[in-house]
C-alpha cells in the first residue's frame, strides 16, 4: 500500500487484530461451535432457486415474511419486533453505531464472546470490562457497582457465556436490567442448548432485548440473526440497518427451517446428549481441568504444561479446536466444539495421546 494511502487510513487501525480462522480444510473441524450434522430439511435447492426466490430482484428489505414466522414461533406480543441482521455480529455492530455518542460505555463481563468489545471499540465507544469469579459466575457487586460508576449505555450478556460455557444466575441477571438505565442485551446464541431463556420477561423490562441467532443450531452459512425489543427501539435501529441486508435465499431457508422447527430442535437434543457422553469423556481425563456446559462446546484447562502445545499436538491429528490461551484470564484454556460421536471419541483419543 502507498504510503499516501495509508494516511487516509485510521490512526488505530494498526491496532485492530484481525478475526483469525484457522484453514478447517482436511480436519475434523471442532472449533466453531457449529452443528455437526448435515441439515435436510426437505426442499429441494433447485426450487427454491426456480420458484421460490427470484434471486433477480432484491431481498424483502423489511424481511416480512421471516419475520412474521419468528413472531408466531416465539409467541411475540404486538408491541415488540424483531430486527433481522446478517448473523449476530451485525446486530452487535448497529447497537454499537446505534449507541455511539460521545462518552457512551459498553459494559460487558469478562472473558465473554470477543465481538462486544471489538465492534466497540471500532466505533468509538468506550468499553468496561468486568472481570467474572473464578468459577465463571457473574461478579454482581463489581458489575453494580460498575454499573453505578460509568453509566453504561449498553450492556451485553451471552447466556450461556462463550466461551465459558455456563449459565449465570437469573437473579443476577434481573438486578443488572434494575439497577442499569442503558439497554441489556441477552444474547441467547446457545439457548437452544440449555432450555434457558430471558424471552418471557421482555414485557417486564422496558430496556431487554433478545438476541438469538440460527448460526448454532445447523444454519451457520446463512449468517442470519435477529434482536427482539420493543417495537420503538427496533424503529430506531433499522433506521442504521443496511438496506437489503439480508439476502433472499438465507430468508427462504430460515423460513423453511422455522417450519421444520421440530428438526432442528431434535437435532438440539442429541447435540445435548453427545455433550454429556463427551463431558464424562473428558471427566476422566486427570491431566485437565474441564468445566460444566450449557452449550454444545466445552472448556477446559491443561493442568500442567502449555495450551499452545496440545493444541499444536492436536492439529498434527487434524483436530482442529480452539486455543483460548490468547485470551485474558483463559491462559492454557482450550475449548472443543461437540461433534459426532465419531468425532468425538477421536478427539478424545488424540487428547490423551497429546498429554503423555
Not at 461478579?139 to 453505578?148: C, R
Request: some cysteine.
Amino acid at each position: 500500500m502507498k504510503n499516501k494511502l495509508k494516511d487516509f487510513l485510521r490512526e488505530d487501525i494498526s491496532n485492530i487484530k484481525e478475526y483469525e480462522v484457522l484453514d478447517p480444510e482436511g480436519m475434523i473441524k471442532l472449533d466453531a461451535m457449529e452443528n455437526p450434522f448435515d441439515v435436510d430439511l426437505k426442499f429441494e435447492s433447485e426450487s427454491i432457486l426456480a420458484n421460490k426466490v427470484n434471486i433477480n430482484r432484491y431481498p424483502d428489505g423489511a424481511c416480512k415474511n421471516l419475520i412474521k414466522k419468528l413472531r408466531v414461533s416465539h409467541n411475540l406480543k404486538s408491541n415488540f419486533n424483531i430486527l433481522v441482521g446478517n448473523g449476530s455480529d451485525e446486530l452487535i455492530q448497529i447497537l454499537c453505531m446505534a449507541f455511539s455518542k460521545k462518552d457512551n460505555t459498553v459494559l460487558c463481563p469478562q472473558p465473554t464472546f470477543s465481538m462486544y468489545k471489538s465492534i466497540a471499540d471500532l466505533v468509538g465507544l468506550n468499553f468496561q470490562a468486568v472481570p467474572l469469579k473464578n468459577d465463571f459466575s457473574l461478579n454482581i457487586n463489581k458489575m453494580l457497582n460498575d454499573i453505578k460508576q460509568t453509566d453504561p449505555a449498553l450492556i451485553f450478556l451471552a447466556y450461556p457465556n462463550n466461551p465459558t460455557a455456563n449459565l449465570w444466575d437469573r437473579n443476577n441477571i434481573k438486578k443488572v436490567l434494575e439497577n442499569t438505565n442503558g439497554l441489556v442485551v441477552i444474547d441467547e446464541a446457545y439457548g437452544a442448548f440449555s432450555g434457558e431463556s430471558f424471552l418471557n420477561d421482555i414485557d417486564k423490562y422496558e430496556n431487554l432485548a433478545v438476541m438469538k441467532t440460527f448460526s448454532k443450531v445447523g444454519l451457520a452459512g446463512l449468517r442470519l440473526g435477529y434482536l427482539m425489543a420493543e417495537k420503538s427501539l427496533i424503529k430506531e435501529l433499522n433506521k442504521i440497518r443496511l438496506p437489503f441486508n439480508v439476502n433472499s435465499l438465507s430468508q427462504k431457508i430460515a423460513e423453511i427451517a422455522l417450519d421444520n422447527k421440530d428438526y432442528l430442535d431434535k437435532q438440539s437434543k442429541e447435540i445435548i446428549g453427545l455433550r454429556e457422553r463427551l463431558l464424562k469423556q473428558m471427566l476422566k481425563v486427570k491431566e485437565i481441568e474441564v468445566y460444566n456446559s450449557s452449550t454444545n462446546f466445552i472448556l477446559f484447562k491443561i493442568k500442567n504444561g502449555s495450551a499452545d502445545e496440545i493444541f499444536n499436538k492436536l492439529l498434527k491429528d487434524k483436530i482442529l479446536i480452539k486455543n483460548m490461551s490468547k485470551t485474558e484470564s483463559l491462559k492454557d484454556y482450550l475449548r472443543v466444539t461437540v461433534g459426532t460421536e465419531k468425532d468425538n471419541n477421536i478427539f478424545i483419543q488424540s487428547l490423551k495421546n497429546a498429554l503423555n
